[in-house]
């Protein structure tokens, strides 16, 4: 379950931000996620829920993009979405394509109520 170690980190800047910015509940959290790290977004969910209790982002709604893995060729230079779990290039046949998007896992934003 990884997806639990990834969530404390992000439940962990949420908070560090949140105060920083003087929120005093959070509201919506976004998180951008590739495909090639693997993290199940119901899992997040799960997670989120269970880690969030008593945080400050307790009941806050988790938005979840999911980024498609893209791999460019260092031979011809295509851009291309693989058929997992073929990672080679469709045009050109090269079989060590370099990873453009899909390892990513960050906070995009957030949004919440200060004190006021
Ligand atoms: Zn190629």
Redesign the pocket.
């Known amino acids: 379950m990884h997806e639990f170690a990834l969530m404390q980190t992000v439940l962990k800047l949420v908070e560090e931000k949140a105060q920083a910015h003087g929120l005093v509940r959070v509201t919506r959290v976004k998180l951008v996620v590739g495909k090639m790290t693997m993290a199940l977004p119901a899992a997040l969910e799960l997670a989120f829920d269970a880690l969030g209790r008593g945080t400050v982002a307790e009941g806050a709604t988790l938005e979840i993009e999911e980024r498609e893995v893209r791999l460019a060729?260092?031979?011809?230079?295509?851009e291309f979405s693989p058929e997992l779990p073929h990672l080679g290039?469709?045009?050109?046949?090269?079989t060590a394509?370099r990873l453009v998007q899909g390892r990513e896992l960050y906070l995009d934003y957030f949004e919440g109520e200060d004190a006021g």
Do not use: F, I, Q, Y
Not at 89 to 94: A, D, I, V
């Open positions: 060729c260092p031979a011809c230079g295509l290039c469709p045009r050109c046949g090269e394509p």
